[in-house]
């Protein structure tokens, strides 16, 4: 017999922003997804309703909690990215499309696929960063000019000194002073803020909602080590 499988909950599926959204169906929800991807809410309703099942077949598949947090968040990532450009309707009118069954496809295909690493090598940890706010922080990362992502990974993923940071950008190139990095770093901080969804901030970041000094500091980041350490090293080559 099966065991039952906790369901961990999130709290943004009580936010007003979601809640005003629970009547809407599966297609209107994607629908609304795909006009408007400078929202976030969106996904995150979608996030919040199928939860239960994704984690579910996650959790059955997978022999740690570790792995099968991370998992269920590189899936959700996936399912965001596949999810640009879907036709509800004329997928239903070609395949008999439901939404519920293409997560359940999207699933499966990722338990199958996905290589975990260790549990001593994941980093990632749900009660840190609910999935859909570390899906768009990945996002806004992309956003970012080289430098920046490089900066932010180097602090943040790597854990560097200052005068470490510093001897490796001299050694590519950049050559700044302390108090330049400082400031480089802090609007790294700010364009990465920026660069999230208004309604993901208001969702996840409610003292951060709205942008506005440029020297923005870095406690609204999940935690020190917000970046799996080899997402940090593909990103300090891109």
């Known amino acids: 017999m099966a065991t039952a499988v906790d369901i961990p909950t ?7 922003l979601v809640q005003s959204l629970q009547h809407l169906s599966d297609g209107e929800l ?12 969106y996904f995150t309703a979608i996030f919040c309703r199928y939860t239960p099942i994704v984690y579910s077949l996650i959790r059955h598949s997978t022999r740690s909690p570790v792995q099968a947090d991370y998992l269920f968040a590189l899936t959700w990532q ?15 009118g070609s395949r008999g499309f439901t939404l519920q069954q293409w997560l359940v496809n999207l699933t499966a295909f990722c338990i199958n ?30 956003q ?13 993923s790597f854990g560097w000194s200052q005068t470490r940071m510093i001897a490796y950008l001299q050694a590519e190139g950049e050559y700044l002073k302390p108090e330049q990095l400082q400031h480089q770093l802090n609007l790294a901080h700010h364009h990465l803020l920026e660069a ?18 440029v020297e923005t500091p870095d406690q609204w980041l999940p935690s020190p080590d917000w970046l799996m350490s080899s997402e940090g090293a593909k990103l300090a080559t891109s």
């Open 10 to 16: 999130f709290p943004e599926g009580n936010h007003t």
């Open 30 to 41: 994607v629908s609304l997804f795909n006009a408007h991807p400078e929202e976030g809410r």
């Open 78 to 92: 996936h399912i965001l990215h596949e999810l640009a450009g879907v036709d509800t309707q004329a997928e239903k």
């Open 113 to 142: 696929q996905v290589v975990l690493p260790d549990v001593a090598a994941i980093q990632y940890r749900l009660d840190q960063a609910s999935p859909p706010f570390w899906c768009y922080l990945h996002r806004a990362l992309d």
């Open 144 to 156: 970012l000019a080289p430098l920046e992502r490089l900066m932010l990974v180097m602090a943040h």
């Open 196 to 213: 999230l969804p208004e309604d993901i901030r208001r969702l996840y970041l409610p003292n951060h909602a709205s942008v506005e000094a």
